[in-house]
């Protein structure tokens, strides 16, 4: 079983940024492929960043493609989502996800972690 804790969301004005945290236990950190999700109200989740074990390799939804940047600390058992620019329509729950395989392969990857909020005003 893998835990997963996010910190670091909150509420920014629009063209300001934020640095997401995903700190992992319950399994060898490198064997995880990570990702971030979020979750608008009334919206589907959708996967935003994701990186893959070793982090020589990201992958991003086309809207954040240039303002966030997906990064990951093995040495420290974390994942980070820094974001800038950001832009009313991040408005979103963001959740830290974990799975054995690529991350944005998955629809549902295996782990979550609970959720932090990101309100971006205009």
């Known amino acids: 079983q893998v835990q997963l804790v996010e910190s670091g969301g909150g509420l920014v004005q629009a063209g300001g940024s934020l640095r997401l945290s995903c700190a992992a236990s319950?399994?060898?950190?490198?064997?995880?492929?990570m990702g971030w999700f979020r979750q608008a109200p009334g919206k589907e989740r959708e996967f935003v960043a994701g990186?893959?074990?070793?982090?020589?390799?990201?992958n991003y939804v086309d809207s954040v493609k240039g303002r966030f940047t997906i990064s990951r600390d093995n040495a420290k058992n974390t994942v980070y989502l820094q974001m800038n620019s950001l832009k009313p329509e991040d408005t979103a729950v963001y959740y830290c996800?974990?799975?054995?395989?690529?991350?944005?392969?998955?629809?549902?990857?295996?782990?979550w972690g609970q959720g932090t909020q990101v309100t971006v005003s205009p």
């Open positions: 996800a974990a799975d054995s395989s690529l991350i944005w392969s998955k629809l549902r990857p295996d782990y």
């Open positions: 319950g399994r060898t950190f490198s064997s995880l492929s």
């Open positions: 990186i893959t074990w070793g982090g020589t390799h990201t």
